[in-house]
């Protein structure tokens, strides 16, 4: 490596490799990044991407709140194109109603009819009259509009537990009290199940300027009150610390595992300052961008830091950390009230927002919430409001680039880079993120620090093939540029096409300050050779080709479970290969999901009959009821030969595979502990709806068919879903609405499914 370049990798990855026993040789290209798309072990929770929006400035009056009478087009007072563009980036949980304010607000004074609410003084936030307009209905009206979680404050700094008692009562209630009934006097009839309550808000400060000691006592007590109802269990999120004070971390984690204490989460912020010399959002040279984006990475060091004491007292990792107000922090805007937080946003916030959720990404086995502050004109919003105008902020779009992580499993990575140099001080020039979602894409989201030089990555993708890549990029002319509401599309995302696909990878050119999220079709890296074929003939000279796959771990002295796969009619033949094309459970070979679920693979392979005539070449009823008895007997051979858990063998498959499935279990019922056909046919099993209804109404069952399945009819599986029903059982049923005959495509990738199918057992 040459002397201006530094080895940067990114801890966390390191960590993973180190916990996973996989070693990274040093590279010497200049910027290389290592991805391991098959060992992915901890899911990126989608509230990372989560918002705050408080009593503040014009973030909720003017920026939600217009009132039903106003001009700009809302629903119930809410403004519809603020609604509209929430919802595209797909904010997953709202905080409300601070902040500082939270800690002066008394819910009481903002429910009932609008013109009997008595007014306050909005004391924090330049002393305004706050009229109490937009109070709790109007709040979780937003999230209904919305379709997000709420996250609700309540005020520990100067109000009651009585006062917070009732407020989780009045929301969350279903049955007769004196709060429920008066929910219900205020229009809205069933609670709404509001899962997140924040106790309190900064209460070493703005919320009490509390000693830790006492804010731990105090915890104590109000949890208490946040009562869980029917339907309705709170996740109880306690202040936590500024930044990087652990004492205040340390003295609450003392008290996370104390008896009849539930803290689920803990409410970390952190803001990153303007820069050196910044004189507003806009107004600011280069040696601000590397002093806010220094402050913006250096999230990794606190999260590091105060996960280090979660663990020592939760390893366990149960106590979420939430990084519940962040972003970055300007002068406000010229002529703008001071206490109202004004600020605009250019590229340089782009930049923070990115290099911020990329760090939580790589966090994501303790942080599951981040909230941005604060969505609409206040400090890094998303959404500029001017009267009936509205623009998008870059950060706006970084939201929507980065919406592809929410849910998806983070990719463990190294990253090797040069450095960003400025003046005599450095950063690393790169900041990357990558995961892998339900529908196997990787999306590896990257940006590039240095305003001057472009950089050169080499990215290498282990354990999956590099399929099709797209790319969108997120950059400006300038590192001042921003959208005005004259000029609303100065910074914009647009395709990207500066990569190349290399054998096992890809290669890129990152322009000067952008953000690039790629998108990669991935295949998992298991192919047909991985099977052991063979080939059994029946005691009756049936004779049937199989693919096994046993586990890379086996041990004779451990049992494992079996799967057994039943291909779909293009599968069919003698070919031993066939019945192993597309994205099948044949992938639960892969080594993430063997870690996880070790077991045995089976994949026979029914014959075609030799018949032209297409309608002929499958076997009919009486001749699949042989195969499947002949694949029975390899079932029985098998269980001779290795260790297999003969409580835990499933059975699965599609299309006619699907039928087989049915087939399989009519034939040795107590032989599987569960079945999953897909999108299955009601060709040759010969039965009725009602009979099957009869025969396995009791018998685990998950069914899938798509809705709009044009080879199979979903009434197929609707039909028998009633008649199980009719008799009494309760079959697992998944219907994808707009989906055509692919639904094996979404259904083996469901995570749910896996453990599910994996936990059942004959055993009683
Ligand atoms: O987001 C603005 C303020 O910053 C919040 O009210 C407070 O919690 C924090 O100090």
């Not at 192993?580 to 459970?585: H, V, Y």
Request: glycine share 8%; charged share 25%.
């Amino acid at each position: 490596m040459s002397n201006n370049k530094l080895l940067n990798v990114m801890f966390i990855s390191m960590l993973t490799f180190f916990l996973l026993g996989v070693s990274v040789e040093p590279a010497c290209a200049q910027n290389k990044l290592v991805i391991q798309a098959d060992l992915g072990r901890e899911t990126i929770d989608k509230n990372i991407y989560g918002h705050f929006s408080e009593h503040l400035g014009r973030c909720i009056y003017e920026g939600y709140w217009v009132g039903e009478d106003s001009p700009i087009p809302n629903t119930r007072g809410i403004r519809n194109d603020v609604v509209k563009a929430l919802k595209k980036i797909k904010v997953p949980v709202l905080r409300w109603p601070g902040g500082c304010f939270a800690d002066e607000y008394h819910w009481k004074d903002g429910i009932g009819p609008r013109e009997e609410r008595p007014s306050m003084i909005n004391t924090h936030w330049g002393g305004v009259t706050e009229n109490n307009h937009f109070g709790t209905h109007e709040f979780l009206d937003l999230c209904e509009q919305i379709g997000c979680e709420p996250f609700i404050t309540g005020n520990v700094g100067s109000g009651t537990v009585q006062e917070l008692s009732e407020w989780v009562e009045y929301v969350n209630f279903d049955g007769v009290s004196p709060m429920a009934n008066l929910r219900r006097k205020n229009g809205r009839e069933e609670p709404w199940r509001v899962k997140y309550w924040g106790v309190g808000n900064e209460n070493w400060g703005c919320g009490g300027q509390m000693r830790p000691e006492y804010y731990a006592d105090l915890y104590r007590r109000f949890q208490t009150y946040v009562r869980s109802y029917p339907g309705a269990r709170p996740f109880k999120v306690a202040c936590g610390p500024y930044g990087e004070d652990t004492e205040w971390m340390e003295e609450l984690m003392k008290s996370a595992e104390a008896e009849g204490v539930q803290m689920d989460g803990i409410d970390l912020h952190y803001y990153s300052w303007s820069g050196k010399n910044s004189k507003s959002a806009t107004r600011f040279e280069e040696i601000d961008w590397f002093h806010l984006l220094r402050d913006a990475a250096r999230l990794n060091e606190i999260l590091k830091k105060q996960s280090n004491i979660m663990d020592k007292y939760d390893p366990e990792k149960r106590v979420a950390l939430i990084v519940g107000e962040w972003g970055a922090w300007h002068e406000v805007e010229q002529g703008t009230k001071p206490g109202f937080l004004y600020q605009q946003n250019s590229l340089r916030d782009a930049l923070v927002a990115s290099v911020s959720l990329n760090i939580m990404n790589q966090h994501c086995d303790r942080v599951r919430m981040g909230n941005i502050a604060q969505t609409v004109n206040v400090l890094q919003a998303m959404i500029l409001t001017d009267g009936p105008k509205m623009i998008l902020t870059p950060s706006y779009h970084v939201f929507d680039l980065f919406k592809v992580h929410q849910d998806a499993t983070l990719l463990p990575i190294t990253l090797e880079c040069e450095d960003y140099r400025f003046d005599k001080e450095e950063m690393p020039g790169l900041n990357v993120s990558a995961s892998r979602d339900k529908s196997g894409k990787i999306h590896i989201s990257i940006c590039n620090l240095n305003p001057n030089e472009e950089a050169e990555l080499s990215c290498e993708i282990r354990g999956a093939r590099t399929g099709k890549i797209s790319a969108q990029i997120l950059t400006a002319p300038e590192i001042t540029s921003h959208n005005t509401f004259d000029d609303p599309e100065v910074v914009k995302p647009s395709n990207f096409s500066e990569y190349r696909k290399t054998e096992n990878g890809f290669k890129t050119t990152l322009p000067a300050k952008s953000i690039v999220v790629l998108e990669i079709e991935g295949f998992d890296r298991i192919d047909v050779d991985d099977y052991e074929a063979r080939v059994y003939t029946s005691s009756k000279g049936d004779t049937i080709p199989y693919r096994l796959f046993v586990p890379r771990s086996y041990d004779r002295d451990k049992k494992y479970p079996l799967v057994l796969f039943h291909h779909g009619a293009g599968g069919s033949g003698n070919d031993n290969k066939r019945q192993f094309e597309g994205p099948l459970p044949r992938k639960w070979a892969g080594p993430e999901r063997q870690a996880k679920n070790p077991c045995f693979i089976i994949l026979p392979q029914i014959p075609r009959n030799r018949s032209r005539d297409r309608e002929n070449r499958f076997p009919q009823t009486e001749v699949m009821c042989k195969h499947i008895q002949t694949i029975h007997e390899i079932l029985d051979n098998l269980e001779e030969e290795f260790s297999i858990d003969t409580n835990r063998e499933y059975v699965t498959g599609f299309s006619m595979g699907g039928e087989c499935t049915w087939m399989s279990i009519n034939e040795q019922p107590e032989r599987f502990a569960a079945a999953v056909p897909i999108c299955a046919g009601d060709k040759f099993i010969g039965m009725e709806p009602s009979e099957m209804g009869q025969k396995f109404a009791h018998f685990p069952l998950w069914i899938f068919h798509g809705d709009a399945d044009e080879v199979i009819s979903v009434d197929v599986s609707r039909r028998l879903v009633k008649a199980l029903r009719h008799a009494g059982g309760a079959p697992k049923y998944t219907e994808y609405p707009g989906v055509d005959h692919g639904s094996w495509e979404l259904a083996y990738r469901e995570r749910e499914l896996i453990e599910w199918l994996f936990a059942q057992s004959r055993e009683p």
